[in-house]
């Protein structure tokens, strides 16, 4: 059991947010986009406990946030850098090089090609599609910020300011060893799963004859229950001291 | 084609006229050059049948991509149910080579806003979302505090400019998936889910956002709105041809001397636009092709462009397309493989996955598009591309599969040659490998990780 030091909720301010948007949407699921930018904001990513509190709070299953996050590529994830670059690389952009100048500046200060991360977790690079100001390539974001003509001096200034403000240099990225951007996530936890599911995913058929036994006549359709696991408030692990796989020690 | 074009009639942007004063953003702007008063004057007070009639006998029609006629859609929308209606402005702006909507949003908020509250109470509607692509951080900061300071002033809420008419303005953000540019995808998106089109029938206007009737327009058509209302129908009908009355803004960007928006007349042509506007191509270049109307368009060659006017029907007869108005040049030093395997790359990246031709099929263009840009085509590999575009059309939920499909189509119809001399290997020697074994391992992994495999030479945004 370890010991979490993250928030286990949104701050009164975002979860005051959450309330006046209550209003404003026709049910819990439909703020599910919105809700997922606050615990960006809170957690500065979607990380695995953002995911069971959006989960809980728009009254979906974490499985169909976790499908959400890795849908969207605009999310940022616990993987990404503290500072995330994302680089135009669709055929607007691309055109003369544009693209291809933009990745290069930032390999040669950061050491980094598209889909890594420092090892130190502070910068990653990634190509993105359109991001729509095509007039004036290459566009580059880094996280919230959005830059056009993004190469040459410019950029390169801009990667110093940053490196300035992490009190690092070129020197401490280059030629070092980085890590691919795992964007997967992780397994739910088993209190998550279905009764007789492995941590794999794996359903255990040990009452398989029941589900392939014919349906008597005049008797009722066959229906699936739903497992108390999953009937028990999301809420329940957050609140507890980790967010772990073991069943045992994350839930009662 | 032939149409008549009105190019006599001297016109002076309206949409993005303000755009370039720095507070245009602002209520206070807004209210001092008499924003909000068309809302106003008709909210609570003109019959909607009669507004919806304005905008049919303008012509109007959806700057998203499809062209369908504004007023016409509006009238489909279903009545009576008992069910909310719902207006969706579709702010995505995902397709490559558009960026218009950006400087609505970001620039003139409250033009789109005033366009939302009429066309709200044109269609009856008391709740209207705008989607905004996530990557649209400052249009979805200045477009909140719009929301907030309309309805501070009482032009947004519960009973709205003091009539009975409530309405509620909900701004929310996607995440960087082009499909939830698709409306239904869009419309999927607000639902809280993955954006996964919808199968049509029934259309939106039926059933749409929560299975209620839903109106989906681009922002560009709702911005117009106001402006048709206050003015009326002859007056947008004054530019134009005949069946794409009024102006557009239209999305200049590639190998022009000033990339840039610029809002012109409809039916003007296409060189006296790339010419008097984009200030002709950079020095030294000659044109090699055009994509019209977004990364979407079928591409036009210099031959084609000088037969072409910027309205709908001119486009659709040269087997093109207007689209949502963003034009690419392109010159002769780009290589047409690497630009067609950068253009599939980004539809199988951006394929939902739902449907087994588009999924398949992007993945497969893709493919093969890699196998003439780094030269190990076979013989027979140009046609293989022409077979599995030709049957990822008119077979899927959404038109993604067509929009991968028809640059594709365009591409072998007039760089069949450039496809060709790739086309090194003889049928036999590239039968037993995959363009998968091209790629470096390093882009393997990318590949695992977003889809995309990349090739190690350069060019084009595929460098690794
Ligand atoms: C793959 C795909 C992407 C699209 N992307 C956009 C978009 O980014 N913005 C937009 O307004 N319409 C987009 N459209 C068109 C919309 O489906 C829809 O036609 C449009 O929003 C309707 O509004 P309009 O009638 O005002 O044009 C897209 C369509 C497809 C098939
Ligand atoms: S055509 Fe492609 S993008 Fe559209 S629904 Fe089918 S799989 Fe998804």
Partial sequence: MTANTAPRTLSPERLRQFHDWVDEYPNKRSMLMMVLRLVEEEFGSITDEGMVIAADLCGVNVAHVQGMVTFYTHFKRPTHGKHRFMVCATLMCALDGNTDSALAQIQAKLGLKPGETSADGLFSCEKVECLADCDKPPVVQKDSEHFCSMKGPVLDAYIDSLLAKEGKASTDYLGKAVVATDLRVSVLPSHYNFPGETETGARHFDDKDAYLAPVAQGQAPRTTTVPPALKTPLTAPVAGTSFSNNSEDAHV | ?464
């Avoid at chain 2, 907030?148 to 996607?174: E, M, W």
């Avoid at chain 2, 008119?394 to 591409?411: E, F, H, K, N, W």
Wanted: glycine share 12%.
């Fill in chain 2, 1 to 464: 084609m032939s149409e008549p074009v009105k190019t006599s009639v001297p016109f002076e942007p309206i949409l993005t006229k303000y755009i370039n004063e720095p507070n245009a953003h602002t209520i206070e702007h807004f209210l001092a050059r008499g924003g909000y008063e068309v809302a106003r004057a008709h909210v609570g007070v003109t019959d909607p049948a009669t507004l919806v009639g304005i905008v049919k006998d303008s012509g109007l029609r959806g700057r998203g991509g499809a062209g369908f006629p504004t007023g016409m859609k509006w009238g489909f929308l279903a009545k009576g149910t008992g069910k909310p209606a719902y207006l969706a402005v579709n702010g995505d702006e995902s397709e490559p080579g558009t960026h218009k909507d950006r400087h609505i949003l970001e620039k003139d908020p409250h033009q789109l806003l005033e366009g939302v509250i009429l066309t709200c109470w044109a269609i009856q509607s008391n709740h209207a979302f705008i989607y905004l692509r996530g990557e649209f951080i400052l249009g979805y900061e200045r477009l909140e505090a719009a929301v907030r300071a309309a309805k501070g002033k009482g032009f947004i809420g519960k009973g709205i400019f003091g009539t009975a008419f409530d309405l509620k303005v909900t701004v929310v953000r996607g995440a960087g998936a082009y499909i939830c540019g698709e409306e239904t995808g869009m419309l999927s998106s607000i639902e809280g889910g993955r954006g996964y089109p919808k199968i049509k029938p029934p259309f939106p206007a039926i059933s749409g956002l929560f299975k209620c009737p839903t109106i989906v327009n681009n922002v560009e058509t709702i911005a117009n709105v106001t402006h048709i209302i206050k003015n009326g129908a002859d007056w947008h009908k004054q530019w134009g041809t005949e069946k794409s009355p009024g102006y557009k803004i239209f999305c200049l960007s590639g190998a022009v001397k000033k990339p840039g928006v610029y809002e012109v007349p409809l039916g003007i042509r296409m060189a006296d636009f790339i010419e008097q506007y984009g200030g002709g191509l950079v020095e030294g270049r000659a044109m090699k092709a055009v994509i019209p109307g977004g990364l979407s368009a079928p591409l036009l060659t210099p031959e084609m462009v000088e037969n072409c006017t910027l309205d709908y029907e001119s486009l659709a007869s040269l087997g093109s397309m207007l689209g949502s108005g963003g034009i690419t040049v392109l010159h002769d030093g780009v290589d047409m493989m690497s630009a067609i395997y950068n253009t599939m790359r980004f539809y199988h990246h951006e394929s939902c996955g739902q449907c087994t031709p588009c999924r398949e099929g992007t993945g497969w263009l893709e493919k093969l598009a890699h196998k003439h840009h780094s030269g190990h085509a076979a013989e027979g590999d140009a046609d293989l591309l022409a077979d599995v575009a030709k049957n990822m059309r008119g077979r899927t939920i959404c038109v993604l599969a067509d929009a991968a499909a028809m640059p594709m189509q365009s591409y072998l119809q007039h760089f069949r040659a450039d496809f060709d001399a790739r086309a090194h290997e003889p049928a036999h020697a590239a039968r037993h490998r995959t363009a998968r074994d091209e790629i470096t391992p390093a882009a393997k992994r990318d590949s695992v990780l977003h889809g995309a495999p990349g090739v190690a030479d350069v060019g084009m945004g595929n460098r690794e």
